[in-house]
């Protein structure tokens, strides 16, 4: 029987992997593709991570994933498709491959930005279009840029990039925004934030870089132009927990309830990084989380 199997290859389940190697546990990585690094991927330049300024998305994950290999973890590529807690002792994780065997589990899924399914959005990601003002934000200094959506997310993003770039056009499809009312009073306060409402992106034009956004007011049917360099898409980020939702205790958005210790509703069960509650998704605190679980991991394999 292994000792844990982290589902995903993301900065979370490779911290994971490095941990479990490191306090000497056996641990098996299954991971969709054979490509790890998760949402990073599609990160150009990072550019937050401590100690590596303007490391590729690509590089970062490739050497998490050499440290872990050089550790001795274990790699699989399969899609889980059922996880059972059996016994306290026990857990099995069935893929495409076959069945597992393991003491515990860490859930390190990740989760996805909700896209707006517009022309441009695919090609223009990374080239002006992003979805994490905080990892991207720093780029579009002295520019000008949009936010899409109106959930606080949203409104995060707009006042944080209201800070450095010259002008943040705020766009909502509705004429009343989603989030806290103490962060609407901040966006109506910060003068270089415009607000756009009723209005919904048509697309996102540019060669080789974001120039145009074409957007539509709903009600007016008018169709408006903004020249740009930045699209910040904030519309929602769906975790990726299908699997586990009957399984573990879930928020109402399909995030597992978990605090840092990433201890989930069933013991020997631990969730890590983006799919899990928390204030910040980056990957200084997935792979944090990587680092936590492991460590509760451990109690846990110890004490039953
Ligand atoms: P959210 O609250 O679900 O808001 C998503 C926003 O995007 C909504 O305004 C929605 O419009 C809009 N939207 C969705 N699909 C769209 C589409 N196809 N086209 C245009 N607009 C679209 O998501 P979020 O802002 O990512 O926040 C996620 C969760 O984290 C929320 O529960 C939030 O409260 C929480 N959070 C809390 C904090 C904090 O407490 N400081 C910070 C960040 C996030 P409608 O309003 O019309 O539906």
Not at 65 to 74: F, M, P, T, V
């Amino acid at each position: 029987m292994l000792d844990v199997i982290i589902i995903g290859s993301g900065p979370a389940g490779l911290t994971a992997a490095i941990y479990a190697m490191r306090a000497g546990l056996q641990a098996l990585v299954i991971e969709k593709q054979p490509m790890s690094g998760g949402q990073i991927l599609n990160t150009v330049d990072v550019d937050n991570y401590p100690g590596l300024p303007g490391i590729g998305g690509f590089e970062l994950g490739m050497s998490f994933r050499e440290h872990a290999e050089k550790l001795g973890a274990q790699f699989e590529t399969a899609e889980v498709t059922a996880i059972e807690a059996a016994t306290e002792k026990e857990k099995i994780v069935v893929t495409t491959n076959g069945r597992h065997s393991c003491r515990a589990i860490v859930l390190a899924m990740g989760a996805t930005h909700r896209m707006l399914g517009v022309p441009g959005e695919e090609t223009l990601r990374g080239m002006g279009v992003s979805y994490c003002a905080t990892c991207d934000g720093a780029f579009f200094r002295g520019k000008t840029v949009a936010v899409i959506g109106g959930g606080d997310v949203a409104l995060e993003d707009a006042l944080f990039l209201a800070r450095g770039c010259e002008k943040v056009y705020l766009i909502h499809r509705r004429d009343e925004l989603r989030g806290a009312r103490s962060l609407q009073q901040k966006v109506f306060d910060t003068p270089n934030i415009e607000l756009i409402w009723d209005s919904v992106v048509e697309s996102i034009d540019g060669e080789g870089m974001v120039q145009m956004l074409q957007i539509r007011n709903i009600k007016t049917e008018e169709h408006t132009q903004l020249p740009l360099q930045g699209v910040f898409i904030a519309v929602g980020i769906l975790p990726d927990t299908g699997l586990v939702r009957e399984l573990v205790d879930c928020d109402e958005g399909g995030y597992i309830r978990a605090d840092e210790t990433c201890v989930t509703s069933i013991p020997g069960i631990f969730a890590a990084g983006d799919l899990r509650t928390k204030p910040l998704r980056q990957i200084v605190t997935a792979a944090a989380d990587g680092a936590n679980a492991i460590t509760s991991l451990e109690n846990y394999i110890y004490t039953i």
